[in-house]
């Protein structure tokens, strides 16, 4: 027998649900289940037989008594006035069926108490007024039920609270740990940007979290929604990384990054795929420090380096060899200084259309994992490229605001991924066409909701997105919205797994020898445009595999040539010994260091900005300088006082006007003489 739904049960404390009953479980027969199915319409009709009842011992008591009467008057208005006064966060309707339900109750009460229930009328009016009554509350809760037996409106006045008044809560699934709801509003009156606006208030009426309470509008029906409550947050404990997940497949796998807070996989895309409908993707990685946005970059490229048919381009020139260090070894070029994270971005400017030639020859409109098998010539395939930027700010300020732009909207026929991560995209930070053309995101934790607009969709942000409720309180936590992701999950938190720096090492050994290396097209475009920077990269060698327990430390120091050496600092004589229990020298002098004095900033007007920045041009030209960049004029911002994008415009300017000319290298420009400039 199919599982029955109980009609809405209104639970106290802004509670939503509903009852799921199963007939099964009731092994009494037809009896006990018709009976289990009457017993939500009783009460009524018990209320009314207990009031016949009770009015036999009250006749006795007060049939005969002045004072009695008296009391069973003002007992009647009171509890009729009572009704009508907690009835005022209900709708009118309820709350004057309850008022006449008491008022004519209790009238017929006190009547029956002083004259005797049998007395003239009052027979009649119990049976036929009492039936009535109680009726009209089946019928009212018969009318809240839909025809196909789930529930209309399980929101016990809750909705109504927060502002959503006549919306219907018209279906409900409940899990473990989520609650989804199906919601319709009631046309031309409400939309689900008014719902979304009213979800703070809601996420305070269910107590839970603001980023607990998300919705989901309807794409074919704008009267409709879906709301999810997910009340407890299963992400605390975080989950340790467990394994590649497709070892030795293609890239074109989905890459799993972490779990969503209902216990599926987080996972992106980078290639496209035609059948799929799905996009290359290029992916923007934004959080504030502590957010865990590094960590869960590790994880992602951990698991690029475990695939057989993708190589690896990454940048870190603010930290070097401190975030990237255990891959090193994995990574086909490694830029960690700002003249090789140059050096890379001319040659992918290079390597685009030299591998879209190579797609199309043979006859492929965009990457798929048979690029990278050998062709039908003969020819060695084109593994898929992924060029990932870390700390990617520094490198804007040292080339320029659009340095990305171009990559970002041509790359993607070309088989090649673009991953920009930094700590804010904002306007001064990356150029909007830059951040346009990226399309994905990944978003952690955030300072403020203007910073989680720099980042998220509008239609995340609608649904409950709020980045900014974390900060880097919660590292890992984060948003996912790329291609290849159901726009209903843009909103739904997830965390990034915690990728040990023994499973890097062990993924970059044991997957070494599967690992696709640089094809022919891809490295002569890159060599021809960059040279030594790139035929002369470093090559990282590959690590020894972490000892796991049970294992001989011997073979270790065997192969790494580790060897534990046994200091004695303590020994009498020991040279460069300090005791830290000694008594510290006594203070013979205290030197008072104030700090610098600032001088005030000086308001310099724009025609005056403009004419230092020319100033400072004429200055390079004169020191015998052939190329400069914005970077350069930063180094002299204390003259004009503007900022980094201020000043790459004025740059694009004199590069329109003829006073710079632009180079092969990104950021870099050659100066035009003035007299070549004029004429």
Known sequence: MPRQQQPAVQLDGGQIGYLQLDPNQHSGGVGEYLLHRVKPYLPPWLVTAGTGILSVPATMAWGSSAAGAVGLTLASLGLTSATWWAGKNTSPQRRLHSAITV????????????????AGPLPGLYFIGGAALAGSWNVRQLLRVNADGTPA????????????????????????????????????????????KALPRLAGALKVAKNAVRLTPDADDSSRATLTVVPNDLLKAGVPYPGPSHPGGSIADPVHLGIYEDGGWMA????????????????????????????????????????????VWASDPAKA??????????????????????????????????RTSWLARYGYKQWEPACAETQADGSPGMPYLLA????????????????????????RSAGITLVVSLQRASGSQISTDTRASLGSSWVFGLRDDRDAMFALPDEALDAGAAPQAWRDKRPGYSYLVANGIPEGVWATPGRAYLTPVDDMTRAVAEFAGIRAACDPVTAKAAANAVGPAFTQRTRHPLPALPAVDGEDDSIYEQETGAVDYDYDLTADGADGWID?????????????IAPPEIPPRAKVGKSEAQRIMAEI????????????????????????????????????????NGRLAETGDAGRYRIVPLHHAAA
């Open 580 to 592: 830290p229990e000694a008594e510290l020298p006594a203070v013979e002098g205290v030197v008072q």
């Open 321 to 354: 060899e401190q975030t990237l260090g255990p891959l090193l070894p994995a990574i086909d070029w490694a830029a960690l200084t700002v003249d090789d994270t140059k050096a890379m971005i001319t040659a992918l400017r290079a390597v685009i259309p030299a």
């Open 617 to 656: 041009l004429a200055e390079f030209e004169a020191a015998g300088l052939t190329e400069v960049g914005p970077a350069d004029f930063m180094e002299h911002c204390d003259r004009f006082h503007r900022t980094r994008s201020w000043v790459s415009g004025q740059v694009s300017d004199m590069v329109a």
């Open 103 to 118: 008022a004519a109750g209790t009238s017929w009460f006190t009547a029956a108490s002083l004259a005797g229930p049998l």
């Open 388 to 411: 990932w930027f870390e700390e990617a700010a520094k490198t804007i300020r040292e080339t320029d605001d659009d340095v990305f732009t171009g990559i970002a909207q041509e790359a």
């Open 268 to 311: 992106m895309f980078f290639p496209g795929d035609p059948q799929a409908g799905r996009n290359a993707m290029h992916l923007l990685i934004m959080g504030m420090t502590g957010s865990g946005k590094s960590e869960g970059g590790l994880t992602a490229l951990t698991e690029a380096v475990t695939r057989r048919d993708v190589i």
């Open 153 to 196: 409106s399980t929101d016990g006045g809750l909705l109504e609270k927060v502002g959503l008044a006549k919306t219907m809560v018209t279906s409900a699934e409940v899990q473990p740990n989520k609650a989804v709801f199906g919601l319709q509003l009631p046309g031309g009156e409400l939309t689900p940007d008014d719902v979304s």
